[in-house]
C-alpha cells in the first residue's frame, strides 16, 4: 500500500475514469484521503492481514499513488510485473525502490522482473489487476477491452503465466467502455461478482458461464452498484486462533451500502469474513476503492 503525499482529482486519468468526480473543495482533499488511507491500514491490521505500507514521495507529484496495483503485480513464482499505463502522470509511480521494501518487510523473494512498459511506446496499454482480473484456482485471466487494455497485451501476459485469456466488452449506463475490469469484476474463494448488465450481450453469456464453470457463488449485480464500486473488492487471507486460517473480503462501506441484503447474505456466506471501510474521498476524486489500493504480495512458492 502507498500512503499518498499528494492525493488529488487527476484530469488526465478523468478522460476515460467517468467514476471520478471533481470536488468543488480540494482545500482538504489530501488530509482527508490520509486519514482514509490510515483507516484502511487499521481495519486490516485488526483482522491480522499483513501490510506494507511505502510513503508516496512529494516530488514530482502523483495523485493517484495511492493506487498502486496497476503499475504492479507480485506472484507466487517470484515474478514482479511492471505495467504499461496509460497516463504519463501515473507512470511517475513505479519506483523500483518499492520492489526492495516489499521483499525486506514481507519475506517477498523477487527471482524476475517482467518489465512490460516499453508498450507505453507504442501506446499500448495493461494496467495491472486493474485491468486483469485473475482466478488463480483455474488459471483465468478475465479482460474487458477499453483504452487501457490491449487485447494484445492481454494474450501476452496470459501465455507467459500460462492463463486462459476471457476478454470482452464492457460498458457504462452511457454505452462508454468502462476503464478497468476490477470495477466490475471481483472473484474469490468460493463466490464471484460480475456486473453482468455492463457486458455486452455479444460477450454477456461466454463471460457467466465462464464463471459459473469454477464452481463459484455468482453473485450478479447492476449499473448502479458497479458505478458504486461494489465490483471492486478483494479477499485476503489471514490467521486467527479460533478459526485457523480465513478469509476476508473487503471493500469499502460505499460498495456494502450498495449490495441488497440478499447479495450480502450471499456474499458473507461465502468467506470468513467482509471488512467494509469508508473511503470516500478516494472513490470520489480518484475514481478507484479498496480493491485498488491493495497490491496482494503471493509467498513464492
Known amino acids: 500500500m502507498i500512503r499518498p503525499a499528494s492525493f488529488d482529482y487527476n484530469p488526465e486519468t478523468a478522460a476515460t475514469n467517468r467514476m471520478q468526480q471533481r470536488a468543488s473543495d480540494t482545500a482538504q482533499v489530501q488530509a482527508q484521503a490520509l486519514a482514509e488511507f490510515e483507516g484502511l491500514v487499521r481495519a486490516l491490521e485488526s483482522e491480522g492481514i499483513a501490510t506494507c505500507v511505502i510513503d508516496d514521495t512529494p516530488e514530482p507529484p502523483k495523485p493517484d499513488a495511492v493506487f498502486p496495483n496497476n503499475w504492479i503485480s507480485f506472484h507466487p513464482d517470484g515474478t514482479v510485473v511492471l505495467y504499461p499505463m496509460q497516463a504519463e502522470s501515473r507512470r511517475r509511480e513505479r519506483r523500483p525502490e518499492i520492489i526492495d521494501e516489499v521483499a525486506s518487510r514481507l519475506g517477498f523473494t523477487p527471482r524476475r522482473v517482467l518489465d512490460l512498459t516499453h508498450h507505453e511506446r507504442a501506446g499500448r496499454f495493461l494496467e495491472g489487476t486493474g485491468s486483469l482480473v485473475l482466478d488463480h484456482v483455474e488459471r483465468v485471466a478475465y479482460a474487458c477491452i477499453s483504452p487501457r487494455t490491449h ?19 464492457a460498458v457504462d449506463r452511457s454505452g462508454v467502455p468502462l476503464y478497468h475490469t476490477n470495477v466490475l ?17 455479444g460477450d454477456r453469456e461466454h463471460v457467466r458461464g465462464r ?64 471488512l467494509a471501510v469508508p473511503v470516500p474521498t478516494i472513490e470520489c476524486l480518484g475514481g478507484g476503492s479498496v480493491r485498488c489500493m491493495l497490491a496482494e504480495v503471493f509467498q513464492p512458492s
Open 151 to 169: 487485447p494484445e497485451l492481454v494474450k501476452e501476459w496470459a501465455q507467459v503465466f500460462e492463463y486462459e485469456p476471457v476478454i470482452f466488452s
Open 211 to 274: 464463471l459459473a464453470a469454477s464452481g463459484r457463488e455468482l453473485i450478479e449485480i447492476g449499473h448502479d452498484a458497479i458505478e458504486r464500486f461494489a465490483g471492486n473488492m478483494l479477499e485476503l487471507a489471514t490467521w486467527d486462533e479460533a478459526l485457523g486460517d480465513s478469509r476476508v473480503v473487503v471493500m469499502s462501506a460505499t460498495a456494502r451500502a450498495a449490495l441488497s441484503d440478499s447479495q450480502y447474505a450471499r456474499l458473507s456466506a461465502a468467506t470468513d469474513t467482509v
Open 185 to 201: 469484476m471481483w472473484i474469490g474463494e468460493r463466490a464471484a461478482v460480475v456486473g453482468t448488465d455492463a457486458i455486452v450481450p
